[in-house]
């Protein structure tokens, strides 16, 4: 399995082909290209402070394995490309967001939140038999709202804290 260097423009054109043939496992990888004068790459955790380096950029279809190295200067025009490819090739296989059942989900939380500040009206009910057990229905009711206001005001504490 030999690894090709190829210009980025070679790149695009052969990730385009990969994509359009028969589906199987394509592994791409990006990573900064940084080697000393020796051809050895440098492993050491050193900044370079202002220094631009190159990007290598790796493809493995299958058997096939190809690469190229872009320069930090042309980099921003191949990323549009790039990214406009990606888009474009992994759009038709995404699943479509079910917009519906989201909003119904986020009124459905809406109304929770809103019955949540509301009050149970608790009567005066008897001491025995049914009023009784109502009453103490809508007692723990009470209760469980309680303390659900707490919880939900100590987890938004919780994240003011961390901001």
Avoid: N
Avoid at 56 to 73: D, M, N, Q, W, Y
Avoid at 130 to 144: D, E, Y
């Amino acid at each position: 399995m030999p690894q090709e260097l190829v210009t980025a423009d070679e790149f695009l054109t052969r990730l385009t082909t990969a994509f359009a043939g028969p589906s199987s496992a394509i592994w791409l990888s990006h990573k900064r290209h940084t080697f000393d004068a020796g051809g050895d790459a440098s492993m050491t955790a050193v900044d370079d402070g202002e220094a631009e380096h190159d990007v290598l950029i790796r493809c493995t279809h299958g058997e096939t394995k190809f690469s190229a190295r872009v320069p930090a200067s042309s980099l921003h025009t191949f990323h549009a490309a790039y990214g406009a490819l990606l888009k474009a090739s992994m759009a038709p296989h995404m699943r479509k967001r079910d917009k519906k059942k989201e909003r119904a989900r986020a009124d459905a939380a809406e109304q929770r939140k809103r019955e949540l500040f509301v009050d149970v009206k608790i009567g005066a009910e008897g001491k025995r038999g049914k009023g009784r057990r109502q009453r103490m229905r809508k007692v723990a009711a009470q209760k469980k709202k309680e303390a659900e206001r707490e919880r939900i005001e100590l987890r938004d504490a919780a994240r003011k804290a961390q901001e």
